[in-house]
């Protein structure tokens, strides 16, 4: 079963406008919400992270908001940067089964 | 400061064979994760350990076996590959077991013939 769900699997904007990048979850259990960026040939890094008894998180151009009621994740980085191009995933992390779940990924691209 | 280390970077096997990747975690860290990505999806869940001891375990078959070692360092081991494994297995660590934040390293690139 698909816990993590992230819909787009492409994203393009403008550089200088709002990226906003989503996640649906199913599973309640999950206590943590982040928010990863993966250039190529690199490693996944942490970007921003939201516990479950928050609904937004701000670290500079990035936010994230999160929704429980509708299981709903979203990041959103304004103003979007050309260095922003990357693949951005979404992970859901279950604290007592000390495990991360990961959505597929939304290739964002932000054109200069 | 060394980021998370994995080794080898790119690796070629055959059907039936078995692998064995390595993982450095960063320093200080005693929980290592292994993860298996395949192209445009996700990382999938395989394993964590912490204290040297298992503490989660993805849904993966017994093929797959990982263990950690007193400097903190870990190994996933593969046996009877498939063409199925196929994938990016990237490793990450953290200070604690239930630390939800992580530090991946740039993974090992294992290709099945």
């Known amino acids: 079963d698909q816990q993590v769900k992230q819909n787009s699997p492409s994203l393009s904007v403008q550089e200088g406008r709002i990226s906003i990048l989503n996640c649906d979850y199913t599973?309640?259990?999950?206590?943590?919400f982040l928010w990863y960026k993966k250039y190529p040939a690199e490693g996944p890094t942490f970007l921003i992270s939201?516990?479950?008894?928050?609904d937004k998180n701000e670290d500079g151009r990035f936010t994230v908001f999160l929704n429980k009621s509708a299981k709903h994740l979203s990041l959103h980085i304004v103003p979007s940067q050309p260095g922003d191009s990357a693949v951005y995933f979404c992970?859901?992390?279950?604290?007592?089964?000390?495990?991360?779940?990961f959505g597929d990924g939304t290739t964002l691209t932000v054109k200069p | 400061d060394a980021g998370v280390t994995q080794s080898p970077t790119h690796l070629i096997k055959t059907r039936g064979q078995h692998v064995t990747l390595r993982c450095s975690p960063i320093?200080?860290?005693?929980?290592v994760s292994w993860y298996q990505q395949v192209l445009g999806q996700g990382p999938q869940f395989i394993f964590q350990y912490y204290e040297k001891e298992e503490r989660g375990r993805g849904n993966f078959p017994d093929r797959f076996s990982a263990r950690q070692f007193p400097n903190y360092s870990s190994e996933l081991n593969v046996n009877a590959l498939l063409l199925g494994d196929s994938a990016l297995y990237l490793c990450?660590?953290?200070?604690?077991?239930?630390?939800?934040?992580?530090?991946f390293g740039a993974g090992t690139r294992l290709s099945v013939l």
């Open positions: 992970a859901f992390h279950n604290t007592n089964a000390g495990k991360s779940t």
């Open positions: 939201i516990s479950s008894i928050k």
């Open positions: 990450a660590s953290s200070f604690y077991s239930s630390k939800n934040i992580q530090y």
């Open positions: 599973n309640s259990m999950f206590d943590y």
């Open positions: 320093s200080g860290h005693k929980s």
